[in-house]
């Protein structure tokens, strides 16, 4: 079965400045990745997803994440965040197999000061 | 525009009282699950659906039912057996019988219990 995990509980960043959230896994072949974000009290969106090819997705709202095999990464990057960021960050894992489940991580909150 | 539509947005539930949250779609997708949200815990699945008539139990299906009647509606009811239902629940929909095309989530209901 896979896993995830978020190593950040909560993360604060200076609007301007770069982000990256970290995103392990726990799977025995290449997964399906996923990044979510949640504002207070809504749904998730989903950000981007990789499924094999590149291994830097491209994203909406400017942000990019890098599948890294060697470390079982799967890390989220925006080079200049914005106020507007400031939500709850979700990592999450689909199994290759006719059992598709996707396993979500335990998310990062993201605070923006001004 | 196509979504999906959870409600009530809050719910208060007494003791040893059923309560069932709606979660309709109308983006055609096949497969629609059922995610309990609580805090530092990430989604955990409850149940799923991945066609009409047919659903299965996730991780945490005690205390829960679904039903899956309509290929647009898949109702959770939380049964007085659920000893802790205090939670934000999310529904959410995929395009195919499988997590790899990611999802696409309601906006929530947040129960309480009274």
């Known amino acids: 079965a896979q896993s995830v995990t978020q190593p950040d509980i909560h993360i604060t960043v200076s609007e301007g400045a770069s982000l990256e959230l970290r995103c392990n896994y726990s799977y025995g072949a290449t997964p399906y990745l996923f990044w979510y974000v949640q504002s207070p009290g809504q749904g998730l969106q989903l950000l981007l997803k990789?499924?094999?090819?590149?291994?830097l997705v491209q994203g909406i709202k400017g942000f990019e994440a890098e599948f890294k095999r060697s470390q079982s990464s799967f890390n989220l990057r925006k080079p200049s965040v914005h106020w507007s960021d400031a939500a709850e960050y979700f990592c999450?894992?689909?199994?290759?197999?006719?059992?598709?489940?996707?396993?979500f991580g335990p998310g990062t909150s993201l605070s923006v000061i001004p | 525009d196509g979504g999906i539509t959870q409600s009530p947005k809050y719910l208060f539930r007494k003791e040893g009282q059923n309560v069932t949250l709606s979660c309709e779609q109308n983006?055609?997708?096949?497969?629609m699950y059922w995610y309990r949200q609580d805090p530092g815990q990430g989604l955990r699945l409850i149940y799923y659906?991945?066609?009409?008539?047919?659903?299965q139990k996730g991780d945490i299906a005690e205390g829960y039912s679904v039903s899956r009647e309509k290929k647009e509606s898949f109702p959770l009811t939380v049964t007085s057996a659920q000893k802790n239902p205090t939670a934000f629940y999310l529904c959410?929909?995929?395009?195919?019988?499988?997590?790899?095309?990611?999802?696409?989530f309601g906006s929530g209901t947040r129960l309480t219990v009274v």
């Open positions: 990789y499924f094999s090819g590149d291994t």
């Open positions: 999450a894992v689909g199994a290759r197999t006719s059992y598709d489940k996707v396993i």
């Open positions: 959410a929909s995929s395009s195919r019988q499988g997590a790899n095309y990611g999802y696409t």
């Open positions: 659906s991945q066609i009409v008539n047919d659903f």
């Open positions: 983006l055609n997708h096949d497969a």
